[in-house]
């Protein structure tokens, strides 16, 4: 009797026990939904982190750099100047209508040409203006001048014979050396010579291009071109003669024959 009394007593306990869990359920469910929500990675939280980085970036770069938030570098999109020239278009002119953005005329911007591309260096007047150290570049395509440095004879984008300023002078003929080579030996080293001063100068124009290219300052804006879209060509087509000081600057055999042999006498020893 007391056993189904006590039976009695315990079973309204249970009922509110399981009563109690079934309630609670739907909480057990929205924590552990809330778990699973935040051990995952959303893509505003992606958002968030690259922005941090970006912004730590920035103002990194200002306490370094003391004036950019873009640690030196200035894309052309964030130069007003440039982004309007672009939207323009390229601009093309014969060498006559190059000339006259010699810096002469304020209403006009200063051009100079490299390989026939044209670049704006207005922002550097007091260079390329009137009365300026480079001003002889000013209006016109002067490549050559850049790989010689003859500023009064080679101001012209003729590149007709200037391989020859890196080929050596033939002054050591009587050596032994010499001597002991073949015609034919001398024939294939003065091939391999020539294709080698080509190398030199595309390296040289090259090199002159990314100058303007990745300057800060300067900008692309078009092309040298000719009345009837052809070949520009100067001196007639005929090969140019070296300046005096490109022919002063030439390597002689001889030097380059002792070099070689101080080289062979250093790995010797």
């Given at each position: 009797?007391t056993?189904?009394r006590q039976r009695?007593k315990?079973r309204?306990l249970?009922e509110?026990?399981i009563?109690?869990q079934?309630?609670?359920e739907?909480l057990r469910?929205q924590?552990?939904a809330?778990?699973?929500?935040s051990?995952?990675?959303s893509?505003l939280?992606i958002?968030?982190f690259?922005?941090?980085?970006?912004?730590?970036?920035l103002?990194?770069?200002y306490?370094?750099?003391g004036?950019?938030?873009?640690?030196?570098?200035?894309?052309w999109?964030?130069r007003w100047?440039?982004l309007v020239?672009?939207?323009?278009?390229p601009?093309?002119l014969?060498?006559?209508e190059l000339?006259?953005y010699?810096?002469?005329?304020?209403?006009?911007p200063?051009y100079i040409?490299?390989?026939h591309?044209?670049y704006?260096v207005s922002?550097s007047p007091?260079?390329y203006g009137p009365?300026?150290?480079?001003?002889?570049?000013?209006?016109?395509?002067?490549?050559?001048?850049?790989?010689t440095?003859?500023?009064?004879?080679?101001?012209t984008?003729?590149?007709?014979?200037?391989?020859?300023?890196?080929?050596?002078?033939e002054?050591?003929?009587e050596?032994e050396a010499?001597?002991g080579?073949?015609?034919?030996e001398?024939?294939?080293?003065?091939e391999?010579?020539?294709?080698?001063?080509?190398?030199?100068?595309?390296?040289q124009v090259?090199h002159w291009?990314?100058?303007?290219?990745?300057?800060?300052?300067?900008?692309s804006?078009g092309?040298?071109?000719?009345?009837?879209?052809?070949k520009?060509?100067?001196?007639?087509?005929?090969?140019?003669?070296?300046?005096?000081?490109?022919?002063?600057?030439r390597?002689?055999?001889s030097?380059l024959r002792?070099?070689?042999?101080?080289?062979a006498k250093?790995?010797?020893?």
């Open positions: 009797m056993d189904l009695a315990n309204p249970a509110a026990g009563d109690r079934e309630s609670s739907p469910k924590i552990r809330y778990d699973e929500e051990n995952t990675i893509v939280d958002f968030r690259l922005c941090l980085i970006l912004i730590a970036s103002g990194l770069s306490f370094l750099t004036d950019s938030i873009t640690w030196g570098f200035k894309p999109f964030t100047s440039v020239r672009r939207l323009r278009g601009v093309l014969t060498p006559s000339s006259l010699n810096g002469t005329s304020p209403d006009l200063i040409s490299v390989n591309t044209i704006d922002a007091h260079l009365g300026g150290g480079y001003s002889f570049f000013a209006g016109r395509d002067a490549t050559r001048a850049f790989i440095g003859c500023f009064q004879d080679d101001l984008s003729d590149l007709s014979g200037v391989e020859e300023m890196f080929i050596p002078i002054d050591d003929d050596s010499e001597q080579m073949t015609r034919a001398k024939k294939m080293r003065r391999r010579e020539m294709r080698e001063a080509k190398s030199m100068v595309e390296k090259k291009v990314q100058f303007y290219e990745k300057s800060h300052k300067y900008f804006v092309r040298v071109v000719t009345e009837d879209g052809g520009i060509e100067e001196n007639g087509g005929k090969k140019r003669e070296l300046c005096d000081e490109a022919k002063k600057g390597p002689k055999r030097n002792e070099e070689k042999e101080k080289k250093k790995k010797a020893n």
